[in-house]
Structure formats: C-alpha cells, structure tokens
C-alpha cells in the first residue's frame, strides 16, 4: 500500500516537473499517469501488487476525495446563480447528446466489420 | 527534539481543552471537518444501498447536500472548509496517476479493436465538449461558465486539472461533473434500450466516455465485460480531452 502510494506519487512529481519545465498545457498528475502507463507497458510486473492495491483502494473512493471540491457548487458565486437555467439545460441535453452519437458511432462501426 | 514532543502534544491537549468552552473552535477544525466529510460520505452511501439505488440519491448528492448545510448551520466559511479538509483534495493527484492501472490492464481490447474505438473515442469525445458548448453558449452563459462546463465528462480528477490549465472555476466543474455523471448514468440504459444497443462492450464504452466514474460503476452492474470498456474509454477520454481541449476550446471563448 505504502509503496504503491510512493510510486504514484513518484510518477506525479515526474509529471510536474515535466509539465513546470515544458510550455505543453498538461497538468503534473496527467503527465504523471501517462508515464506510469507507459512504464507498465515495458516493466508489466515492476511493483504491480502494491500498485495495483493502492490504486484500486484510490480509485475506489474517487468520490470522497471530491467531496471538499463538490461542496463548493453550494457555495457559488451570485454570478453563476442566474445562469443556472443554462448550465443545467446544457449539461442534461449535452450528456444525452453525446450518449446518442457515441453509442451510435461505435455501433455503425462495429456493424460494418462484421459485414466484410 | 524528544522533550518537544510531549510539550506540543501538551500544548495541543491544552488547546482542545480551552476550545470546549468556544464551540466553534473545535468545529472549526481539520479534525471534525475531514471526520465529518467521511461520515456523511459513509451515511451517503449506506442510504444509497438501502433505498435501492435512486438516481438522485446517489451518494455525491446526498452527502455534499449534507456537508454544506452542516458548514450553514455551523457558520463555517466554504475556503476555510476546503483548507481543512486539504488533505483528501490532495489525494486526487495520486488518484490521477493511479487512472493509468484499469488503463494498463484492460489496453489490450485497443490493440483488437483500434479502429471503433479510436474513432469512437475521437467522435464521442468532441460531440460531449461541442454539444455542451454549443448549448450553453446560444443559452447566453458567460466564457467563466462555458470554460468551467467544457470537461464535463470527463473523471473529477482530470477534469480540475484541466481546469488549472484553461481557466473556469474549480467549484463549478466539480458539481457539472458530478451531476453529469449521475445524469449520464441514469438515462443511457434508456437511450440504449431505445436505439436498440445490445453490445455489453458498447454500452461499456459509452457509459464510460460520457459519465466517467459514475458511468464505469454503472458499466460494472450491467457486466464485466461492460466494466472493463468503461474503465478503458474512462482512462482514454481522460487523456484524450486534456490533450485537446485547450485548443477546441479557443473555438467558443
């Protein structure tokens, strides 16, 4: 568990310094993440159980760690309340939108390779 | 160095002894805050299960609703509560990096199945930014507003950083996402019942694209193999968006 978290973090510092030192607009952690793929791709059994039971534990309880930055939507600025109309529209009809074409496209898709 | 010690745990017992007296000391502090978050989060997700998984009583919602009226009710400022409970925002940043593991594990199915998946990521992807965008901005939302909705579906984590990286407010994301994702959840196994999906690996991917973590957790439910599309398009929509919404993202603001 320890050790998973050392190596996560470890990954996440590599992702900041890369992302400090570069003009590329990604942020330290999504470098981070890259480069641990990337890692366990070339050395798939370096580590992997106590990776694998630290990430699994975070990932788990995605929701908590948002939690501090979630309770911010009920502490707004008075700007963004008489949006609310336009964000609450765009976000519902946006998401069943995207799910539509998504679902769609990969069916299309999909349909045409079996036929050859 | 060892004498210190005992004195600061001394000082420290003094401090919460004093603070019996004045409340609000105590309930100020990282130590009732950060118990408090897991508590409603625990009780958020107990309630969930027992009333049979209702769409708006997914645990987000209940236990951010819970949080914020007991800051109300305590007169806590919201920064004052985001300081306290820093420790488990910071936790986001492992937690990102620890995306790249369901990533790993499952980056054998795009290796099989490149050409639906990368097209339907690459598709699905921009349809989820411009519809949004698009929506919201013949709404008449405001560029802070439109920048704060642009990674909406993308997981929490990535979507801040993305955030830290264009602008918009952290606040705002955070909510959007959630909600998306609950939303998005909740009416694809209808969409798919209506256009006539059946494909476990489609409905996966889709859930996953579109409802990111809320989404893959709705995926697991319906199947494994539905689960291990979702965590895939989950981590490549993740890397996907951040790649290119700094520059789409010049097309509405």
Request: aromatic residues 8%.
């Amino acid at each position: 568990m320890l050790k998973g978290l050392l190596v996560l973090l470890i990954f996440q510092c590599l992702g900041e310094a890369i992302s400090q030192l570069s003009d590329i607009p990604i942020s330290g952690p999504i470098i981070g993440m890259l480069l641990l793929f990337l890692a366990l791709q070339i050395y798939p059994h370096q580590h992997l159980t106590s990776i694998e039971t630290c990430s699994t534990n975070l990932i788990t309880h995605l929701p908590l760690l948002f939690l501090p930055a979630g309770v911010g939507i009920f502490f707004l600025d008075p700007e963004y309340l008489n949006q609310w109309p336009a964000i609450f529209v765009s976000m519902i009809l946006g998401t069943i939108l995207a799910i539509v074409i998504t679902a769609m496209t990969m069916k299309l898709i999909t349909e045409n390779r079996h036929d050859k | 160095m060892t004498s210190n010690l005992p004195a600061s745990i001394h000082a420290s017992l003094a401090s919460s002894t004093v603070s019996v007296s004045e409340p609000s000391h105590w309930l100020h502090s990282p130590l009732f805050l950060i118990t408090l978050t897991l508590l409603a989060y625990q009780l958020g997700q107990t309630f969930y299960r027992r009333t049979g998984k209702i769409f708006f009583l997914h645990p987000l919602i209940t236990s951010s609703t819970a949080i914020a009226s007991t800051l109300m009710a305590l007169q806590v400022d919201y920064e004052h509560y985001f300081s306290a409970t820093y420790l488990l925002h910071f936790l986001l940043g492992p937690a990102t990096v620890a995306l790249a593991l369901p990533l790993h594990r499952y980056f054998h199915c795009v290796k099989t199945q490149a050409t639906p998946i990368v097209a339907t990521l690459v598709i699905g992807s921009l349809c989820a930014i411009t519809s949004t965008l698009w929506l919201a901005d013949s709404l008449g939302a405001s560029q802070d507003v439109l920048l704060s909705l642009a990674p909406k579906s993308v997981t929490t984590p990535i979507a801040l950083n993305i955030i830290d990286v264009i602008g918009g407010s952290p606040f705002l994301t955070a909510g959007v996402v959630v909600t998306t994702g609950v939303v998005g959840a909740t009416v694809a196994p209808l969409i798919f019942q209506l256009i006539k999906v059946k494909s476990h690996r489609i409905q996966g991917f889709t859930l996953g694209l579109t409802a990111h973590g809320v989404g893959t957790a709705k995926a697991f439910e319906i199947s494994g193999e539905a689960g291990a599309f979702a965590s895939l398009a989950l981590g490549l929509t993740g890397i996907f968006i951040a790649l290119v919404l700094p520059h789409v993202i010049q097309w509405f603001v």
